[in-house]
């Protein structure tokens, strides 16, 4: 299941008033997890009886006795009572066979929710007892998206699409943080759209300066250009050499599986919705930008290099993630620094260097 398929469900059933008896709610991303349990409850509890019909509760505290007190409570003035069990992943064998014994047969009144902890496996029987809420990581391409959204619908403000793109370079997919920073910029702007301007006073990054800037300077083997943004890209909140390796990892592995498309005949112009197959293919790649962004680049970059020149890229690649990883004689910008003159640089500059 998509976090897309979970959105469906939860609007569906806040939407109409009709809950499921129990929900499983789990996945990578703990933001988005905890807004669906927010919604849930907001939507399920009757906000007069709030005080006697939700229940918080942790797996973890409960023995058997009290998690089946808490199960089989009734509802107190009101048509439903919720109760948000956390941590379900770390019920133990007693507490557990008393969890599956209520989902073999549960209450009518009772909305319960599911909650796994971070990091926890999914847990079939409890998907197949429950309607499962999955929530993965988002991936860099729907970032852009979920920002204008969560600013239209939670913040009631509006914000261009390169705002949300500079907003994702400077600070990254952790939902947490975006939030944060467009509730500063809600507050920047008042009733005006938040655009790029507003982006570059309150988060510090500047159209033209950031990750992405960086990254298609190294694609199109622009030396001078990509030693000039280096400083300027690290002095960014959270950006670090390894997070630009990585990126530089996946953008050079594009180009060289375009590279391969187009030599076995695949015309230029199919080379972007190929890229964008073999990134939904791949699952989670740190591209550092939305997908559109990367795949444009990397298919444009594509006649730029050799598959020799991209074999050698690749080579200094792991070079440069050994040295960040492993030794502290250099800093992070002198690394990539040097990176970037061995995977851009001409052969024949290099060997005159």
């Not at 008896?21 to 905890?34: H, L, P």
């Not at 507003?198 to 500047?206: E, R, S, T």
């Not at 390894?242 to 990892?249: D, E, K, P, Y």
């Not at 293919?281 to 006649?303: E, H, I, L, N, Q």
Request: glycine share 6%; aromatic share 6%; with cysteine.
């Amino acid at each position: 299941m998509s976090s897309t398929a979970a959105h469906r469900i939860l609007r569906d059933a806040i939407k109409g008033s009709s809950f499921d008896t129990a929900y499983y709610v789990f996945g990578d991303d703990e933001f988005q997890k905890e807004d669906a349990v927010k919604q849930l409850v907001r939507a399920a509890v009757d906000p007069a009886t709030r005080d006697f019909n939700l229940e918080f509760r942790r797996a973890a505290e409960l023995d058997p006795g009290a998690l089946d007190a808490a199960l089989q409570a009734l509802p107190l003035m009101a048509e439903r009572r919720v109760l948000v069990l956390r941590d379900v992943n770390v019920l133990k064998k007693k507490q557990r066979e008393v969890l599956d014994r209520y989902l073999q047969q549960p209450a009518g009144d009772t909305v319960l929710i599911l909650v796994a902890g971070l990091d926890a496996k999914s847990d079939k029987p409890l998907s197949n007892a429950a309607t499962p809420l999955e929530y993965p990581r988002l991936s860099a391409d729907r970032v852009p998206r979920w920002i204008a959204h969560y600013a239209a619908t939670e913040l009631n403000a509006q914000i261009t699409s390169g705002a949300a793109e500079l907003l994702q370079a400077a600070v990254g997919t952790d939902l947490q943080q975006l939030v944060c920073e467009l509730e500063k910029l809600c507050s920047y702007c008042g009733d005006a759209e938040i655009d790029e301007a507003a982006v570059g006073a309150i988060v510090g990054a500047l159209p033209g300066e950031m990750m992405p800037d960086l990254l298609d300077a190294v694609a199109m083997r622009s030396v001078a250009r990509a030693q000039k943004l280096l400083p300027r890209v690290l002095a960014q909140p959270k950006t670090s050499g390894v997070q630009i390796v990585m990126a530089l990892g996946a953008q050079t592995l594009g180009i060289s599986w375009a590279n391969a498309r187009h030599a076995d005949g695949i015309p230029a112009g199919r080379l972007q919705s190929e890229l964008f197959d073999l990134l939904k293919r791949s699952g989670s790649v740190y591209t550092a930008r939305s997908w559109g962004s990367a795949v444009a680049t990397w298919s444009k970059a594509t006649p730029v290099w050799t598959v020799r020149e991209l074999n050698r890229a690749m080579d200094a690649l792991l070079q440069a993630d050994v040295a960040l990883k492993e030794t502290r004689l250099s800093s992070d910008e002198q690394v990539i620094s040097n990176l970037i003159f061995e995977m851009c640089a001409a052969e024949s500059v290099r060997n005159a260097a």
